[in-house]
């Protein structure tokens, strides 16, 4: 069996930065036990299979559609290119407030003493959302040590199965502007730190939203990697999220 592998660093227009995923083409079905293999070699946060959908469909054929139209088990996702960039068309998941008390042995074991200033919970994603104090910058959120390695003995209810810590950004200096910062944990999940993730910006979104007053973002995710991403909240209850992408290696796999 020989199949079409590459991996893409997403959200950068530079290789090894942004969010690094690996892509396998396939012609036929896969067995599952056959998926996981693939993704476990490939070692990465995520692994993206593709299927064509019609017999008659062709991988080498030049697609001249701006628009792309995925069947994913989480439903139809949609992915447009730009000029410069690539736009996700997501859902945007409300992060509504979550009582401290509740949620505090989490926090310390992931973060100690670090001041906290708010905390939301999605309970469509079961993201928990902690904005750390506005007097952190956002060198304190990337020199930031987050214990991933208990969180799994901390929190057994099922209830949370991600961990997004943010920070409102700064002005613009001699660096560039950006609304917020943020990074994002998931052991439960097997990923100690996702690189940069479009998943938490659907949760992400919706707070700065709310908490800004704007509609139209610009974000950075503050992981050893570091990724950008451009993001237009919708009046019809989504969001657009737009990010650079680099690919990197182009290869068969086989086995």
Known sequence: MKLPIFIADAFTTKAFRGNPAAVCLLENKLDEDLHQKIAKEMNLSETAFIRKLHPNDNFTQKNVNSTLTFVTMSGKLKARKEEDGIVLDLPLYPAHPQKLHEVEDLIKTAIGDTLVQ????????KKLLVRLSDTYNRSFLESLTVNTENLLQVETTGKVKGLILTLKGEPGGQTQAFDFYS???AP???????????SAHTVLSSYWSEQLGKKDLHAFQCSNRGGELTISLRSDGRVDIKGGAALV???TLTA
Do not use: C
Request: net charge negative.
């Open 183 to 185: 990074r994002y944990f």
């Open 118 to 125: 708010d905390v939301r919970y999605s309970p469509d994603t």
């Open 188 to 198: 439960w999940y097997g990923v100690a730190e996702d690189p940069v993730t479009g």
């Open 249 to 251: 290696l182009e290869g």
